[in-house]
């Protein structure tokens, strides 16, 4: 039984637990890195929207951003961090804990 | 969501859609049939060597085809990642590239007698595994179980020379598996 100073709510991070930003590291999660039109599309989102985002995760040092020139084409890449990575794998084990304590 | 607020049937939806998101990516990476093709071809050319050749030339033929066909499986990756837009590193399997590449000549020294000419098959089975892990495939797993026995089953047998079946045999179920899987991939698409 999990104590009220210690339940798993009260470790949910504000930065992560957002649908869209657990959805962009969900899926770095997996990769090394992804370019911001396959976050687009994969996370079904508009440019504006994706930016904000990355931006607030960025923020807060968990993922990286490069912007390059491919073939004279601009693209961007984004990368999580290793916080990143432990932040996503954090809010996991909260939201399954929060589970585990209503079964 | 409000961290405050989150309820059960919450938790569950956006755990769900992690799974979701983390599969579709993990799915979209898997793509194992052009090193499958690619390395089952060069084993199969490596039967000749193999039938005519000592062991030395089997070794030069791997230095040679081995570097070779990694690099075009670097590059195969490279250009197909940059493609999708998403990638992964590439740091385990040229480790177990490498780590196959230097078992598949020291074995052999150390070893003799027709051990020596297919002892290399069982090291191509171990990569197979790790592949396997890495990639979290099943195929790859089953493949790579296939791969061990081949040898095991030549060394059973009266074969004087294994080593020449051994490489037509290994080629064949990798050369197959690389076919059956690019199918699968073109359908899954």
Redesign the interface.
Same mark, same amino acid.
Request: glycine share 4%; proline share 8%.
């Given at each position: 039984m999990t104590s009220v100073g210690d339940h798993p709510l009260q470790r949910l991070d504000d930065v992560v637990h957002q649908r869209v930003r657990l959805g962009i590291l969900a899926v770095l999660g997996k990769a090394d890195r992804a370019e911001f039109t396959y976050l687009r599309k994969t996370l079904d989102l508009t440019d504006g929207n994706l930016s904000r985002h990355l931006g607030v995760l960025e923020q807060a040092g968990y993922v990286e951003i490069h912007k390059a020139f491919e073939d004279r084409k601009p693209r961007t890449w984004v990368h999580a961090t290793r916080s990143g990575r432990a932040a996503l794998a954090a809010e996991v084990a909260a939201l399954r804990e929060l589970l585990a304590d209503h079964v | 969501?409000n #961290? =405050?607020a989150?309820s #059960?049937r919450e938790?569950?939806d956006?755990?769900r859609?992690?799974e979701d998101? =983390?599969g579709?990516? %993990?799915a979209l990476?898997r793509s194992f049939w052009f090193p499958l093709v690619l390395f089952g071809v060069l084993t199969l050319l490596s039967a000749p060597v193999a039938l005519v050749g000592e062991g030395v030339a089997v070794a030069v033929y791997w230095a040679v085809a081995g570097t070779a066909g990694g690099a075009a499986v670097g590059w195969y990756y490279h250009h197909r990642e940059?493609r999708?837009?998403? =990638? %992964? =590193?590439g740091v385990p399997c040229i480790a177990t590239g490498v780590a196959l590449l230097v078992a598949a000549f020291a074995l052999p020294a150390m070893t003799s007698g027709r051990l020596q000419e297919v002892v290399s098959a069982f090291a191509v089975a171990g990569a197979y595994l790790i592949f396997a892990w890495l990639d979290r495939s099943a195929v790859l797993a089953v493949l790579s179980a296939a791969l061990a026995v081949v040898p095991a089953v030549a060394l059973a047998s009266s074969l004087e020379h294994p080593g020449p079946v051994v490489a037509v045999v290994t080629g064949l179920a990798i050369l197959v598996t690389g076919i059956v899987a690019r199918r699968a991939e073109q359908q899954g698409r």
């Open positions: - | 969501m #961290p =405050s989150t #059960p938790a569950i956006t755990l859609h992690l998101l =983390s579709q990516t %993990r990476l940059e999708l837009g998403v =990638s %992964r =590193s």
